[in-house]
């Protein structure tokens, strides 16, 4: 399995951005898959996760309202819309698979990371005037 994130770049505050998460491999529709991104100096965090069966999990209240995330399992895409960005939504935005159909629900960042075992390489997000 490999994943590759894209979709990142510079955007004023209030603006949007779709990121994609392209998944290669096999049995795509088995796997629940996560976005995270980690801002300079902090712990990477996960934003949100979507099922198989497109049941979401939001980890970050701060998304709430402003990002969405849906999949196409004919395309083995997923996307994240993120609307009314604001400046602490800058990081890098990585995609992750967690192998069973459903997201996992970790209240501990550091081992919500560890339920999922494969990454994608970032893409940069920048929300700045």
């Known amino acids: 399995v490999q994943l590759q994130a894209s979709g990142g770049g510079l955007v004023q505050p209030g603006g949007s951005l779709r990121l994609s998460c392209e998944f290669s491999?096999?049995?795509?529709?088995?796997?629940?898959i996560g976005w995270f991104r980690q801002a300079p100096g902090k712990e990477r965090e996960g934003v949100l996760c979507?099922?198989?069966?497109?049941?979401?999990?939001n980890y970050t209240d701060s998304v709430k309202g402003r990002f969405t995330i849906s999949r196409d399992n004919a395309k083995n895409m997923v996307y994240v819309q993120m609307n009314s960005l604001k400046p602490e939504d800058t990081a890098v935005y990585y995609c992750?698979?967690?192998?069973?159909?459903?997201?996992?629900?970790?209240?501990?960042?550091?081992?919500?990371?560890?339920?999922?075992?494969?990454w994608g390489q970032g893409t940069q997000v920048t929300v700045s005037s």
């Open positions: 992750a698979t967690h192998p069973r159909p459903v997201c996992p629900e970790v209240p501990i960042a550091s081992l919500l990371r560890h339920t999922y075992d494969t």
């Open positions: 491999g096999l049995h795509f529709d088995l796997y629940s």
């Open positions: 979507i099922s198989p069966s497109n049941n979401v999990i």
